[in-house]
């Protein structure tokens, strides 16, 4: 368990420079907590845009220790050393839910190791995203129902709401095990859950006029240009890369259109992960009914609401939803090493080896779809075992150098539109205006946008532009092609100061834009 614990944490501090755009605001938040401006993005402007102030809390001390410019290394260690705990977690539940014993520690070692390696876990905790604290949340409220404490379960799904917005699903899962498990309605843990929510709700709306934050209005509207089956068919490709093989069901179907063959293909893939996942809850059950159902109920609730309410579907989304499969597909792999045992021809092995043999089977269809996602060698300036990350940091490094050149420009005193500000605010210090209304509501009535308005899945409206006139605008070319750039009012008020190269979502540049009257 330890060395399992230490692989986790040592694989997740070798991967610097992963940071994610969107961490660059919680960081922003913490920054300007630590000195004093209240948890705000730009000082002054009373405005939650983070979804997860309780980890803008956690970060705001080493901001006041060691600056700012700290927190993406802070987070990093954070992130890595609560992930190593997490493992350790992991592995003493699934091997409760196994029923302890020989079957319990190979269960215990098989989720260990899946979440060690884990590449959506490894990639967005380096990446400085909240997930590690909400998984923490997450896997603490399957232990305490695994120990029949409900109230405490749902206090601390409660709690959760405040690391990420779906912690609600949490406390709704929590809750309704709770009343199955405990034969009645959890009055205690439900009457402490509303005392929580509501008092959490009334700081929010003292300090920002708004229970609900800024960030989870602008991702309900209609910001992003995506089919209406673009969060079910992520998680069923997300469903079916949890195991290998892939089945090309499709292609035996030419007469399907386009859509039909790839949900035929991703239908065919998660056989055997959602059957193996479905025998490791039968088998939880057994032991741990509370547990067990609070486990699949909430990967269930997950896949319900993320698929109904659609929305942009992020990579860090996945992490909490992966951890249950991970749990569950541990408790499965024994079921089915169990059973392969009783037919391998390894008679000179012990019962138990045999189970291992089984296991160890089963584990290497979970965990080939994982290695293939590192650089196991060593490449000329990089070290050995890098994670290929679902995308290379090149935008994000060029906020970074595009903030800080125009901080020296303008010492921080224009203000800058942009539709990412993650990494941009980061290293521009001056008000920022959100074009996708993350932090700045003002932009949520320019939106939804007119498709022929859009080149990639999202644009800037001109007429906000036309309204708030900011002193800068930066953008990737795509986010203006089709619509800013062909402005009239635009064109005439602005002018191109710099365009820095890129080719980030097909773009063509990062363009900065000057106001022509703009005085700093």
């Avoid at 953008?475 to 009012?489: K, V």
Wanted: charge should be positive; charged fraction near 15%; glycine fraction near 10%.
């Amino acid at each position: 368990m330890l060395l399992l614990a230490l692989t986790a944490t040592s694989l997740r501090i070798r991967q610097t420079g992963n940071t994610v755009d969107d961490a660059f605001i919680t960081y922003r938040y913490a920054g300007n907590l630590a000195a004093g401006r209240g948890l705000v993005y730009n000082a002054g402007e009373q405005v939650l845009g983070t979804s997860s102030p309780a980890y803008a809390l956690v970060l705001a001390p080493a901001a006041a220790l060691a600056g700012v410019r700290s927190l993406p290394t802070v987070s990093l260690i954070f992130n890595a050393l609560l992930d190593g705990l997490l493992v350790m977690v992991l592995f003493l539940l699934v091997a409760r839910l196994a029923g302890g014993g020989t079957r319990g520690l190979l269960a215990g070692f098989a989720a260990g190791l899946l979440y060690a390696l884990d590449a959506k876990s490894v990639d967005f905790s380096s990446g400085g995203m909240e997930t590690p604290l909400f998984i923490g949340c997450l896997l603490c409220c399957a232990w305490l129902l695994s120990r029949s404490r409900y109230t405490a379960s749902a206090l601390l799904a409660a709690i959760s709401v405040a690391v990420r917005p779906d912690g609600g699903l949490l406390l709704v899962v929590v809750l309704g095990v709770a009343w199955i498990h405990g034969r009645r309605l959890p009055w205690r843990g439900l009457a402490g859950a509303t005392g929580i929510i509501l008092a959490l709700a009334a700081l929010a709306w003292a300090a920002y006029g708004d229970p609900i934050p800024a960030s989870v209005r602008a991702k309900a509207s209609e910001i992003y240009l995506i089919p209406a089956d673009h969060a079910l068919r992520y998680l069923c490709r997300h469903l079916a890369g949890m195991a290998w093989p892939r089945l090309p069901l499709g292609r035996l179907l030419p007469f399907l259109p386009g859509a039909g063959r790839e949900y035929a293909t991703l239908l065919a893939s998660s056989i055997l992960p959602a059957g193996l996942m479905v025998s490791g809850w039968r088998l939880g059950r057994r032991r741990l009914g509370a547990a067990a159902d609070f486990l699949a109920g909430y990967a269930v609730l997950f896949f319900m609401t993320f698929a109904a309410a659609n929305p942009f579907m992020m990579g860090w989304y996945y992490v909490p939803l992966e951890t249950v499969y991970i749990a569950l597909l541990a408790l499965g792999a024994v079921t089915v090493g169990t059973t392969l045992s009783r037919h391998l021809l390894v008679l000179l092995l012990a019962p138990a080896g045999r189970v291992a043999v089984g296991v160890g089977l089963t584990l290497a269809l979970l965990l080939l779809p994982q290695l293939h996602r590192y650089q196991w060698l060593p490449l000329p300036g990089q070290g050995a075992i890098r994670l290929l990350s679902e995308w290379e940091k090149i935008r994000e490094a060029d906020y970074l150098r595009v903030g800080s050149d125009l901080a020296r420009l303008t010492g921080g005193r224009a203000r800058l539109a942009a539709p990412e500000i993650g990494a941009l605010g980061f290293t521009y210090p001056g008000p920022i205006l959100d074009t996708v209304g993350l932090v700045s509501p003002v932009a949520g009535p320019y939106y939804p946008l007119p498709p022929a308005e859009i080149a990639g899945n999202s644009a800037i409206p001109a007429d906000l532009i036309a309204a708030e006139k900011p002193e800068l605008v930066v953008f990737l070319e795509i986010f203006g092609r089709r619509g800013l750039l062909r402005d009239p009012r635009f064109l005439a008020d602005y002018r191109l100061w710099r365009t820095y190269p890129s080719r980030v979502f097909g773009s063509r540049g990062l363009l900065v834009y000057i106001r022509r009257t703009a005085v700093w």
